[in-house]
């Protein structure tokens, strides 16, 4: 999973958070891929679709999900970085797979769709801030005071401006909110707040925690750099040491047929993420006070004023360009009228690689993150091809690379899909499911704001399994995996893992969860090592092919909830009114 902590925010130019938090932002904006016609006008409730055979789903075992965790988060394939020998071994593995269970290839390049990268390594003993005062100028220290990204297209960069405090960074006229009235941006560096105001609805505030979304209003109003900091919330949830343990890694970014990187943002020639003594410093002798600041966050209330400071922010950035795959196979559809129309099931195949050692391992395997979810996806790629009737649509499975460098494989496939755009009618992603006791409950982050909902309801009842409704929508988990990759694109789409709801009155799901947050997530202590509940895995598994299943055979392609948030923003993209996203 991409960087459970605070949603991403703006640095140097937009690209999710490195590991933890605000390292820079990377989504797309790319010319469109080829398009297929118009869109079929949204039909009526359809009827319920047959169950799946019985023989089908048992296919689906214990000993093939732990061969596929043995392989895919073994030392041998040292974490799975992108663009990296480990990597493009599981991606052999996974294709190998798809071949032995009868797939037709999906890629460009057979199984394969290379996905072009620019790593943008900085050189973190040159990474230079420092704050300008009266009195004096003031050093910082890499990594104890501030993290800094690097530059993707430039070698060097360097800007010295003033800083203006902007809230949040958010401009939502529909909200009645903008932390841009009365201040001056043009030249300036704005100081904001990660995430989004907290009395905002949960759908607006995932969308306006989007780090594309602030770096385009900054931009738009002249900001040539940005310094991120962390409200109470944020800081009493992560600590600096998590989040700066892997701050070395390189930043990348998907670039397009003519080499362009995707929404880069020269306008932006430095930014930083800091530590709050230094962002109290910063409000040293400013109109308002960093307590100010902080309580006017808590409260969703614009505060925003000029600090009366200037920093300088410089890099030098060392770049290569590099190729990871995505793995692509497909089940096909047997129904004359629909097996032109697509599910697509994903599950990022990539993780962290070799990092900062802990307790003397420096291998972070991604057993659960996200071995486990391509594992599932594998063995739901075994079911379906196994049912005695083909599904009514064809359905598409794609372990997708780069989601922890910032949903880069899933952006790429979305913008440059290998079926025809508009042949994609629900996306269904997996990633870091956790199977630590005997579950209850399946959440499926994005249910609600489609006719995904009830089709997921339904279908896990047949293992018994109960819809949770999101248990932290203040985490804005929706915005955090590849499945919004395809939500930009106007796909009804979820996002699936366990509840927290247990069959063991003993059983503390909530508790278990965080403990594998602040203990293993992103560490390498993510590994075989961890416990499993397996019939919980098995059930889920299950109910992950019933729900795909359903959604294939039903005469209804899933539709967006009438006036529902994501689709009024992002609809229009499926139908050209608004262009790719």
Same mark, same amino acid.
């Given at each position: 999973m991409?960087s459970?902590?605070?949603p991403?925010t703006p ?5 999710p ?5 605000a390292?820079s932002?990377?989504?797309a904006?790319?010319s ?8 079929p006008a ?21 000993a093939?999900?732990?061969?596929h ?5 073994s030392d ?12 493009d071994?599981?991606?052999?593995y996974v294709?190998?797979?798809f ?5 037709t290839?999906?890629?460009?390049d057979?199984?394969y769709?290379p ?6 390594r900085l ?13 004096g100028?003031e ?5 104890q ?6 530059d993707?297209?430039r070698?060097?960069t360097s800007?010295r401006?003033g800083?203006?405090f902007?809230?949040?960074?958010v401009h ?6 903008s932390?841009?009235e009365?201040?001056?941006l043009?030249?300036r560096?704005?100081?904001i707040f ?7 609805p949960?759908n607006?505030r995932?969308?306006?925690s989007?780090?594309r979304?602030k770096?385009r ?13 962390r409200?109470?919330?944020?800081q009493?949830?992560?600590?600096w040491e998590?989040?700066t ?17 995707q929404?880069?943002h020269?306008?932006l020639?430095g930014?930083?993420?800091v530590?709050e ?9 400013a109109?308002?006070s960093?307590?100010?600041?902080l309580d ?10 000029p600090?009366g400071?200037?920093?300088?922010l410089?890099?030098?950035t060392?770049?290569?360009d590099?190729?990871?795959p ?10 004359p009228?629909l097996r032109?129309e697509?599910?697509?099931?994903s599950?990022?195949?990539?993780h962290?690689g070799?990092?900062?050692a802990?307790?003397?391992d420096?291998i ?7 071995a486990?979810g391509v594992a599932?996806?594998? /063995? =739901?790629?075994? $079911?379906? %091809?196994?049912q005695?009737e083909?599904? &009514?649509?064809s ?6 690379t780069?989601?922890?460098r ?13 079926v ?9 992603n ?9 579950i209850?409950?399946?959440i ?7 006719s995904?909902g009830?089709v997921?309801e339904a279908?896990?009842?047949?293992e ?6 999101d ?8 915005i ?14 979820v ?5 927290f709801?247990?069959?063991d009155? /003993? =059983?503390?799901? $909530?508790a %278990?969860?965080?403990?594998?947050m602040? &203990?293993?997530?992103?560490?390498p202590s993510?590994d075989a090592s961890?416990?499993?509940h ?16 359903a959604?294939?055979n039903?005469t ?9 948030f994501f ?15």
């Open positions: 991409r459970f902590p605070p991403e640095m140097s130019r937009t690209r958070p490195l590991l933890l938090l390292l932002l990377l989504y904006g790319c469109p891929a080829p398009d297929d016609g118009p869109e949204g039909p009526a409730a359809a009827p319920a679709a047959a169950a799946p055979a019985g023989d089908a789903l048992a296919v689906i075992t214990t093939r999900l732990q061969a965790l043995d392989y895919l988060a041998e394939r040292t974490g799975r970085m992108t663009g990296t020998a480990g990597y071994d599981a991606a052999a294709a190998r797979q071949e032995q269970l009868g797939l290839p999906g890629g460009t057979g199984w769709q996905v072009p990268l620019r790593a943008a050189d973190a003993d040159g990474a230079t801030f420092i704050v300008h005062r009266d009195d100028d050093r910082l220290a890499w990594k005071d501030f993290l800094m990204s690097g993707d297209v070698a060097e800007v401006a800083v203006v902007a809230g949040f960074g939502a006229p529909d909200m009645g909110y932390d841009f009365g201040i001056d043009e030249g560096i704005a100081l990660g995430g989004a105001p907290p009395t905002f949960h607006e995932a969308f306006y989007s780090g979304t770096s209003e900054l931009v738009a109003r002249g900001a040539v750099g940005v310094i991120v900091m409200t109470r919330v944020d009493q949830r992560y600590t998590l989040i343990l892997n701050a070395g890694l390189p930043a990348m970014a998907w670039t397009d047929a003519s080499g362009n990187v929404d880069y020269p306008e020639e930014g930083a993420f530590h003594d230094v962002a109290r410093a910063l409000f040293a002798g109109p308002v960093y307590e100010e600041a006017a966050a808590e409260a969703g209330r614009p505060l925003s004023t600090l400071v200037e920093v300088t410089a890099r030098h060392d770049h290569e590099l190729s990871s995505n793995v692509i196979g497909i089940v096909e559809g047997a129904d009228a032109d697509y599910v697509v099931y599950a990022h195949l990539d962290v070799i990092g900062e802990v307790d003397g420096d972070y395997n991604g057993y659960y993150d996200n486990m599932l996806m594998i /063995e =739901a790629a075994r $079911a379906i %091809a196994a005695p083909p599904p &009514r649509r359905i598409l499975f794609i372990a997708v780069g989601e922890e910032g949903l880069l494989g899933s952006d790429y496939f979305a913008h440059y899909p290998t025809p755009p508009r042949s994609i009618v629900a996306n269904v997996l990633d870091m499911p956790l199977f630590l006791f005997p209850t409950e399946i499926a982050f994005g249910a609600e704001h489609s995904l009830d997921i279908a896990i009842a047949g018994g399994l109960e819809l949770a409704p248990p932290f929508p203040e985490e804005v988990i929706f955090r995996s590849d499945q919004y990759s395809f939500v930009r694109q106007g796909v009804p789409s996002f699936l893992v366990p509840g709801g247990s069959s009155p /003993e =059983a503390n799901g $909530a %278990a969860f965080q403990e594998h602040q &203990r293993h997530y992103h560490r993510d961890r416990p499993v397996w019939e919980s895995a098995l059930g889920f598994a299950r109910a992950n092919v019933r729900i795909g299943l959604v294939a039903a209804a392609r899933p539709t967006w909830n009438e006036g529902d689709g009024l923003r992002f609809a229009p993209v499926r139908s050209g009114d608004a262009g790719r996203q």
